[in-house]
């Protein structure tokens, strides 16, 4: 079969079939895409300006933040152009980048979460060693090892994705274009692409997960071997913040990608998408500012400064 998807693009249903509710989930999309980009751009200047937050923990922060907000823009603006009006197309062109990038950085931000964990567990097993070991070159060096592997993973699937027979109505049931939606969406042989997406969940996602609850294992032992009270919340503190940014897109990303194939889990995993896609990128800032107080104090420090520029 010829693939009739290149010359009209897709439509992007999202949540066509419930369309009262399609304004509430504009309104939550639009005010979640404001907070990410406030929270995540707060983030990255008071990591750039505040010097007590150049630390490596920080520099990994920064980038998830960074990689936050590319993650966001390249689907809401679309999503909230279908939500608010008939009009659900997408160019197989805009498809195929929102595609690209998606697949990109959703692969960094796996890796990244890994590296954050390796950092949380040497700064609590082995405080002593610490500036050692996570010296700014390894930094440099891990942050970009996460970054390559996304972009390889996108240029490895993107094209065997796109190369794919689909079917003359070009209707995805997603609101964005990702692999398994596209893969539905195929009338042809899809499972060279199925086992492509099976291998690549266990390395992007099984593997990561696995040395990031093996982390906060041995954290969790070294953690419980500190005598006071005082010194096991402070380690446990410094480690709260990544380990629930970790549930909330581990939890929602399974959800998409390892879904057994039944129309209930398909919709369900649509939810789970808009919130790992929208979500999760705006409750990252609020969940590293609330419960941490470095960034507090760095955001106060940085409005004392303004205020004092604005007296004088």
């Given at each position: 079969m010829v693939n009739q998807s290149s010359p009209m693009g897709f439509l992007l249903l999202g949540f066509s079939e419930h369309p009262a509710l399609e304004r509430t989930l504009f309104v939550v999309v639009f005010t979640s895409y404001l907070l990410t980009l406030v929270g995540n751009t707060l983030i990255?200047?008071?990591?750039?300006?505040?010097?007590?937050?150049?630390?490596?923990?920080?520099?990994?922060l920064s980038n998830l933040s960074f990689l936050d907000l590319c993650f966001t823009t390249t689907c809401v603006p679309q999503m909230l152009v279908n939500l608010w009006g008939p009009k659900k197309t997408i160019s197989f062109l805009g498809c195929s980048v929102q595609l690209f990038i998606f697949l990109s950085l959703g692969t960094t931000e796996?890796?990244?979460?890994?590296?954050?964990?390796?950092?949380?567990?040497?700064?609590?097993?082995?405080?002593?060693?610490?500036?050692?070991?996570?010296?700014?070159?390894?930094?440099?060096?891990?942050?970009?090892?996460?970054w390559v592997i996304g972009l390889v993973e996108s240029v490895v699937q993107t094209p065997s994705t796109l190369r794919l027979p689909f079917c003359p109505h070009r209707q995805v049931d997603d609101f964005v274009c990702e692999v398994p939606a596209l893969i539905r969406l195929s009338c042809g042989d899809t499972s060279y692409n199925e086992i492509q997406m099976a291998v690549a969940s266990v390395f992007i996602l099984v593997v990561?997960?696995?040395?990031?609850?093996?982390?906060?294992?041995?954290?969790?032992?070294?953690?419980?071997?500190?005598?006071?009270?005082?010194?096991?919340?402070?380690?446990?503190?410094?480690?709260?913040?990544?380990?629930?940014?970790?549930?909330?897109?581990?939890?929602?990303?399974?959800?998409?990608?390892?879904?057994?194939?039944?129309?209930?889990?398909?919709?369900r995993g649509k939810f789970f998408g808009l919130f790992y896609a929208v979500g999760t990128p705006s409750l990252n800032p609020l969940i590293y500012t609330l419960r941490n107080k470095e960034v507090t104090r760095a955001f106060r420090r940085l409005l004392g400064k303004e205020t004092g520029l604005t007296q004088s």
């Amino acid at each position: 079969m010829v693939n009739q998807s290149s010359p009209m693009g897709f439509l992007l249903l999202g949540f066509s079939e419930h369309p009262a509710l399609e304004r509430t989930l504009f309104v939550v999309v639009f005010t979640s895409y404001l907070l990410t980009l406030v929270g995540n751009t707060l983030i990255i200047l008071l990591s750039v300006l505040d010097p007590r937050l150049h630390s490596p923990m920080y520099f990994f922060l920064s980038n998830l933040s960074f990689l936050d907000l590319c993650f966001t823009t390249t689907c809401v603006p679309q999503m909230l152009v279908n939500l608010w009006g008939p009009k659900k197309t997408i160019s197989f062109l805009g498809c195929s980048v929102q595609l690209f990038i998606f697949l990109s950085l959703g692969t960094t931000e796996c890796i990244l979460l890994t590296v954050m964990a390796f950092d949380r567990y040497v700064a609590v097993c082995q405080p002593l060693h610490y500036a050692t070991i996570i010296h700014p070159r390894l930094c440099w060096q891990l942050a970009s090892v996460a970054w390559v592997i996304g972009l390889v993973e996108s240029v490895v699937q993107t094209p065997s994705t796109l190369r794919l027979p689909f079917c003359p109505h070009r209707q995805v049931d997603d609101f964005v274009c990702e692999v398994p939606a596209l893969i539905r969406l195929s009338c042809g042989d899809t499972s060279y692409n199925e086992i492509q997406m099976a291998v690549a969940s266990v390395f992007i996602l099984v593997v990561p997960l696995s040395l990031i609850l093996v982390s906060y294992g041995a954290i969790t032992r070294a953690v419980l071997r500190i005598n006071s009270a005082k010194g096991r919340r402070k380690a446990f503190g410094t480690c709260s913040s990544h380990l629930a940014v970790v549930t909330l897109f581990y939890s929602s990303v399974i959800a998409v990608y390892l879904q057994p194939k039944n129309p209930y889990a398909q919709e369900r995993g649509k939810f789970f998408g808009l919130f790992y896609a929208v979500g999760t990128p705006s409750l990252n800032p609020l969940i590293y500012t609330l419960r941490n107080k470095e960034v507090t104090r760095a955001f106060r420090r940085l409005l004392g400064k303004e205020t004092g520029l604005t007296q004088s």
